[in-house]
């Protein structure tokens, strides 16, 4: 044991006092993990991360138990620490009670794997480990808190409520966060703010409500409410049971009937503080880990993250020859270059303001002969409308950048511009930048059309792997190993926050210098990246940089909406809404609160005894699936679903819509995210318009909203037909679904055909030919399908294997995407856009599944945002090309809307159609015939 105190720690400033308790008590500080529940939290946490190794164990478990380790060494920098572990035999209360914990699933596989490296984390930190057969870490820790709380201020970092009960003055809680970097102080005040009781009545509160995660009972029918109430009027169990006659009936019998059970389960939620345990204050002593030990242990596990937290923590650790072995990034990624300690992108850089016009003019003379430029704003806003330009930072050779500053400087913003927009118009000087559509926005505003957009580094990153973090902080610290100065720290947070314009000018030039400069040093280590790999190039070069063009111009137009038409239809869905509240009173027999999930699931499955589908922690569920389900039986349910759906729709689009017209062009701009989702797709938001139902009678009203900007001018609506379905085709070359397309056939009708074996069709069998030919591509099960088409799992597996025998080629070809992703790690679209999938080789089956189910979608959904982002290009550059006036304003899924003039409406017909099957013939689609259609109306609905 390395005794050695943690004294190599620089004195916590002044701010920090708040947070670090170890400098508000003289006493020392010992820290007490509740190891098990926190590795537990940690793997849940992260496991859809689907981090691994290279060699491909689990991590995630890992890296959130080390993430809560340096958490507490960063913030708190404690004297004393400790991890604290259930031993694997049975305990005490086993023996009390046999069906203690009964209810406990086994630890996943993919947790247990983990457990060893966390051991041997804790070895390498010198951490002591407390475990003693027969007891549990909870009475482990709370005998340690009652033998050290006396010379030390002890902090128990737990996720579990049931430690409440031991805190008190000398002892708090530090619960971890939902991130992975919070850990929040918890102490007798917070104790009642979020559980209603103090500590000192935690054991009695559990006593009476019980704990189903252990198997423990409670009085029956006494919920937390019940019991704070009961509690708070009391003081006591004891106290509450001398009054049993003033207590309600109903709770006043279940008490009762509690009664005989009440010291067992007492007992049961009681932790023991009165163990022995054979530990002195002084072998907890914090001292520098073993870097022999930990970082080969951390470039074995690939947790590059950690290393580097390590390394800025433990000073002494810098010239440990172990810290510099090369690390892999986690979660393991192909294509990350290694990483080294992260360090300051300043250090030997040439950055300059530059605030006077000499110095302009001497920076545009310097400039003549630059071969690219990297570019970056700093504004006041995120908002690109509401934006001033704070100034502009440039940069033509790594390592050297210069900002044009109109914060405290001589220079004229409107002269500065005019002298800069030779430059950045300059369509021979190619640009460079991180998210360069907002700063096309931004500059749009004062009249500058920035271009050509030559190279994106936030996209670039996206190409070569979507499931990776794309801000440039992250970037900068995976692929160059800078640790930025982020906007917060430049400007500050709460009441300490700085107005851009108020910040420091040195201060503000250095971090917008930083910006063009990490650019520029991206795009060199991305375009080498890329060079490898000529379908991810072609992708970048081809569709995602000039698509950032189009999207800019997107949302700057924006689309004018009819206000009143919503105003109208908001209070047509209001009285929709209250009829269908009555009528769901009348159905549970009483008034309550719709919008309650835990009220309705009394109503629904103890007042009327519904059968409930889903348990969650808080009770039966009453989500949208549990509804579909009861629907079918019970009215309640489907006024239910209704409700919900109307609700849903009035808030988020009908009277949320007007509120988001922007005031400056009477215009809705809703904003294109190009890199978010993992197959490639384009995203809106603020608001979103991908997810306004098409088909009900209430999203058919929102699109009626959408109108052109005059009533002179139309809107143009243009959607590939069953694109999906063709895409599969192709992929899948199978001989029927190729033959159906080319003979124009109804798709859905020719599946029924195929299914059903028989040419008389009826609309019930169409359906299901439908709901079969999507579900198929998206990897649907039986159950599944039985609940979409309401038949039995029977009926559903029989026409899924019909279907599998009449379409043999496209279930292979489906089946052979997931062999070779499992073989690769990734799968790709038709052009090569990839998606990695690490959870093909999952041991957990439920995430392994999902990964399978996503491995078959995402070669379809993905090969169909390449297509509709290319004809976006190819629409944008026709329509360029003929100066037209009619301007492209919305992507929805796989169409198009444009407004159009009355002149112009026949023939962007026929350009967006063709463009639009270029696109897709471009993208891929050889062998199966594509369909556009289009139509033209004075509103979305009309046109559509």
Not at 95 to 110: G, I, S, T, W
Request: charged share 25%; with cysteine; aromatic share 8%.
């Amino acid at each position: 044991m390395n005794n050695r105190q943690l004294d190599f720690f620089p004195p916590a400033n002044p701010e920090e006092r708040i947070k670090n308790p170890a400098t508000i008590t003289k006493k020392p500080a010992l820290f007490l993990l509740d190891g098990m529940a926190i590795v537990y939290r940690s793997f849940y946490a992260l496991q859809r991360t689907g981090m691994t190794s290279q060699e491909g164990m689990p991590t995630g478990a890992i890296y959130g138990f080390a993430s809560t380790l340096l958490k507490i060494f960063e913030t708190y920098r404690p004297q004393y620490l400790a991890a604290v572990f259930d031993s694997k035999e049975k305990t005490f209360r086993h023996d009390l009670y046999p069906l203690y914990k009964a209810n406990r699933q086994a630890p996943p596989e993919d947790l247990i794997m983990q457990l060893d490296a966390i051991f041997k984390l804790l070895e390498a930190f010198d951490i002591p480990l407390i475990k003693t057969p027969g007891y549990e870490a909870d009475d482990l820790i709370g005998t340690a808190s009652r033998k050290f709380s006396p010379m030390c201020q002890v902090y128990i970092v737990t996720p579990d409520k049931d430690l409440a009960q031991l805190v008190h003055e000398g002892v708090n809680i530090l619960k971890p966060g939902k991130n992975q970097n919070e850990l929040e102080l918890l102490g007798k005040k917070e104790i009642i703010e979020q559980f209603g009781v103090p500590p000192e009545l935690f054991i009695p509160f559990l006593t009476l409500t019980g704990d189903t995660s252990d198997n423990i009972p409670g009085a029956k029918g006494i919920g937390p409410k019940t019991a704070i109430s009961l509690l708070d009027q009391y003081g006591s169990l004891q106290n509450i049971y001398n009054h049993l006659d003033t207590i309600s009936p109903k709770n006043r019998q279940s008490l009762e009937a509690f009664q005989p059970t009440l010291d067992l389960i007492t007992q049961l939620v009681t932790i023991r503080t009165d163990l022995q345990i054979d530990v002195t204050l002084k072998e907890l002593a914090c001292g520098l880990p073993d870097p022999a030990k930990l970082f080969p242990l951390l470039q074995k596990l690939g947790l590059k993250t950690i290393s580097s937290r390590i390394l800025a923590l433990f000073g002494e650790l810098q010239q440990a020859p172990s810290a510099t072995a090369p690390l892999h990034e986690e979660p393991s990624s192909p294509f990350h270059e290694e990483e080294p300690a992260l360090r300051s992108p300043r250090e030997n850089a040439d950055y300059a303001r530059i605030d006077t016009v000499d110095k302009l003019m001497e920076l545009m003379e310097s400039l003549h002969d630059a071969r690219h430029i990297a570019v970056d704003t700093e504004t006041t806003s995120l908002d690109t409308f509401e934006a001033e330009l704070a100034g502009i930072s440039i940069a033509v050779e790594t390592g050297k950048a210069r900002f044009i500053s109109f914060a405290q400087s001589a220079l004229d913003r409107d002269k500065t511009v005019e002298i800069l927009k030779p430059l950045l118009e300059n369509p021979s000087l190619p640009k460079i930048g991180q998210n360069l559509k907002y700063d096309m926005l931004v500059l749009k505003k004062y009249g500058i059309e920035l271009s050509p957009v030559a190279f994106d580094t936030m996209l670039a990153s996206y190409v070569l792997n979507p499931e990776e973090k794309h801000n440039l902080d992250d970037l900068a610290a995976h692929h160059l190993g800078y640790r930025t100065t982020t906007f917060d720290e430049l400007v500050g947070t709460g009441k300490t926050k700085q107005h851009i314009f108020e910040v420091d000018p040195e201060k503000l030039s250095d971090y917008a210098c930083q910006d063009a400069d990490l650019a520029l040093q991206l795009e060199g280590v991305f375009r080498k990246k890329l060079d490898g790999e000529t379908e991810l190039l072609w992708l970048c070069e081809n569709i995602e940089f000039p698509l950032v063009t189009v999207l800019a111009e997107m949302e700057y137009a924006g689309i004018c909406i009819d206000t009143h038409h919503l105003e109208k239809a908001s209070e047509r869905v209001k009285k929709e809404l209250e009829l269908l509240t009555e009528t769901i009173y009348a159905a549970a027999g009483s008034a309550f609160n719709i919008d309650s999930p835990k009220q309705l699931a009394h109503i629904l499955f103890d007042l009327l005894a519904l059968p409930p589908k889903k348990r969650t922690k808080t009770g039966y569920s009453t989500n949208v699936e549990v509804l579909e389900e009861l629907a079918t039986l019970f009215p309640i349910a489907r006024d239910l679903l209704e409700y919900r759906s109307l609700q849903k729709l009035k808030s988020t689009y009908i009277d949320a819509l007007p509120k988001m017209v922007n005031p400056l062009t009477g215009r809705l701009h809703t904003t294109f995210n190009q890199f978010i989702t993992a197959t490639g797709r384009l995203s809106s938001s603020n608001p979103n318009l991908q997810n306004i139902p098409i088909r009900s009678p209430l999203g058919k009203e929102i699109r009626r909203a959408f109108i052109p900007s005059t009533p002179e001018n139309w809107l143009l609506s243009a959607d590939y037909s069953q694109i999906e379905l063709r895409i599969a085709a192709e992929i899948s070359g199978d001989p029927q679904l190729l033959e159906a397309f080319r003979n124009r056939e109804d798709i859905h009708t020719a599946t029924a055909k195929v299914i059903f074996d028989t040419d008389e069709i009826t609309s019930d069998m169409r359906r299901k030919a439908k709901e079969v030919n999507f579900g198929v591509l998206y990897g649907i099960m039986p159950f599944g399908l039985s609940r979409r088409l309401n038949i039995p799992q029977k009926e559903a597996k029989a026409i899924i294997d019909t279907y599998i025998s009449k379409y043999p080629g496209l279930f292979k070809a489906l089946q052979e995407i997931i062999v070779t992703g499992r073989e690769k790690g990734y799968v790709t679209t038709i052009l090569g856009r990839r998606r990695y999938l690490a959870d093909l080789n999952s041991r957990n089956t439920n995430l392994k599944k999902a990964a399978e189910r996503a491995a078959m979608n995402t070669p379809i959904q993905g090969t169909a945002a390449d297509i509709i982002k290319c004809a976006m290009n190819l629409c944008s550059s026709r329509m360029r090309h003929l100066n037209m006036k009619s301007v492209m304003l919305l992507q929805v899924h796989d169409e198009l809307l444009f407004e159009t003039t009355d002149a112009e409406k026949e023939p962007l017909s026929k350009l967006v159609e063709q463009a639009m099957i270029d696109a897709a013939i471009r993208c891929g689609l050889k062998n199966v015939p594509v369909l556009v259609d289009t139509g033209i109306g004075k509103n979305w609905l009309e046109a559509h």
